[in-house]
Every structure is written in structure tokens, then in C-alpha cells.
């Protein structure tokens, strides 16, 4: 079983992120579960979601111990990355996340710099989808192709087909940073 957290200020799109990546499980015949937390985040605080894919029964959606966490935010990367598993992967948005980074010895760092290559794009908005693309190479568990089919199924069935060629493109470039 893999557990990832998607956490940064609310408008980053962390939720819609983590959505994203359960149904590509789910597209990719895996179970999958997504459990978003709100708190304040429509006022400026942080958001997050927990998800968790598998090939078998999935008990418990909560957090427990994630794989990988995505960090959007300075206040989402201290508050998790005491979270993270011994030899998990911390991912982050280095144009945001400016902070001493080198915290843990057992968790690998990997810096992107989403923001840059979303202003690049012209699509500021898509931050998420570019770190998405990011966390699924680093991850392993689906091929481009897989994730990006399953990230436009999702947007299809929720009639934002008019979005796809930008997320696949966010997504492409994401993936080709790591």
C-alpha cells in the first residue's frame, strides 16, 4: 500500500491534486482512498487529503505514515515532514518552500520548481497538476500514459474536457523535472 499527502494553502489545488492521483489508481484497477482535510483553508490556511492505493482492501483512509508527502507551502513542509516514513520522499515547490530543507537525514528531498515552470506555461493555476506529474514519475507505480488517460477520465467525467491539452501539458512537465 502507498500513502501520499497533498498539503498547501487552500486555492493551490493540493485537493484537487490528491483526487487526481486516486482515480488514477482507480483507473489503473487499484483501490484508492481520499480523505481531504478542510480546516480554514478558504481563508488562507493550509489544506490537505490523504490518499492511499493498493492492490488489496484498503481498512483505515486515514494518515498514518505516508510514503510520499507534496509540500506547497513552508507551514505544510514543517508541519509534515516529521510525518514522512524513514526513506520516504518529501516533495516540494522550491520557488515556495525556501526554508532549510535539510531536516531529516532518512527522507529525500526533491526540489521542483513548479511555480517557475507553471508562469512558463502561462497557467499559474496549474501548480498542482505540474507537481502531480512530478510525484507520479517519482513514485513508479504508473506509467505517464496511465496517469495522464486517468487524469482526463476524471476531468472528463466532471466536464472540464476543455482543460485537457493544459493539464496534460502540466503534467508532462512535471514528470520531465525529476
Request: positive net charge; glycine residues 10%.
Amino acid at each position: 500500500m502507498k500513502e501520499i499527502v497533498f498539503a498547501g494553502f487552500g486555492g493551490q489545488g493540493v485537493l484537487t491534486a490528491g483526487l487526481v492521483l486516486s482515480q488514477v489508481a482507480l483507473f489503473s484497477g487499484k483501490k484508492a482512498t481520499w480523505m481531504p482535510s478542510y480546516g480554514p483553508a478558504m481563508r488562507g490556511g493550509t489544506a490537505n487529503c490523504t490518499v492511499k492505493y493498493s492492490d488489496s482492501r484498503i481498512y483505515s483512509p486515514g494518515q498514518e505514515e505516508p510514503d510520499v508527502i507534496m509540500a506547497l507551502n513552508i507551514p505544510s513542509f514543517n508541519k509534515f515532514i516529521s510525518m514522512v516514513k524513514p526513506g520516504g520522499i518529501m516533495l516540494i515547490d522550491s520557488d515556495i518552500v525556501t526554508c532549510d530543507t535539510n531536516v531529516r537525514s532518512d527522507v529525500k528531498v526533491v526540489k521542483i520548481p513548479g511555480t517557475t515552470i507553471a508562469n512558463e506555461l502561462n497557467n499559474p493555476k496549474a501548480l498542482n497538476i505540474i507537481m502531480l506529474g512530478a510525484m507520479v514519475k517519482l513514485m513508479g507505480d504508473f506509467s505517464e500514459k496511465e496517469a495522464i488517460d486517468g487524469m482526463n477520465d476524471m476531468f472528463g467525467k466532471k466536464g472540464k474536457n476543455k482543460y485537457e491539452a493544459a493539464n496534460t501539458a502540466a503534467f508532462k512537465k512535471g514528470y520531465a523535472a525529476v
